[in-house]
């Protein structure tokens, strides 16, 4: 990952699910911060824009896909990579989250490996463009 450290933002109501994957990610040398709902994650990501978000589809107050559909409106998130979370595997979910502005789709349960291999494919397609 190199000298610096990337900050993920992590949207997931389910406390228990938030707190096992932050600390992963911590435990990866991410600088990690959460958000219950799509309002709260909104409004932090829009005052300090992270480089990933690994946002669960299923929220409350705004769910994932209008929250994608705001953070690729909004010139200081529009480039923030959105990885979505969802416990939907179908088809119709997928596209949906393409559709809404996500750049990638894990079905849950994530593992730990695959959602690791997912950030850094996405850090480095970033750093390479």
């Known amino acids: ?7 993920v933002l992590l ?6 699910s938030r707190v096992l ?3 992963y990610l911590e435990s990866l040398g991410y600088e990690v911060d959460t958000a219950a709902d ?3 994650a909104l409004t932090k990501a829009r005052e300090a824009p992270p480089d990933i978000i690994v946002l669960d589809l299923a929220l409350p107050r705004m769910d994932g896909w ?3 559909r705001e953070l690729r409106k909004d010139a200081r998130t529009s480039r923030i990579c959105i990885i979505a979370a969802t416990g939907h595997g179908g088809e119709p ?7 809404s502005g996500c750049d990638e789709v894990l079905v849950k349960p994530l593992e730990p490996a695959m959602l690791r291999e997912r950030i850094e494919r996405a850090l480095f397609v970033r750093r390479t463009g």
């Open 38 to 40: 799509g309002v709260e």
């Open 11 to 16: 949207v997931e109501d389910y406390e228990d």
């Open 93 to 99: 979910y997928v596209a949906r989250a393409f559709d």
């Open 1 to 7: 990952m190199g000298d610096q450290t990337h900050r």
């Open 66 to 68: 209008e929250l994608a």
């Open 21 to 23: 994957y932050t600390e």
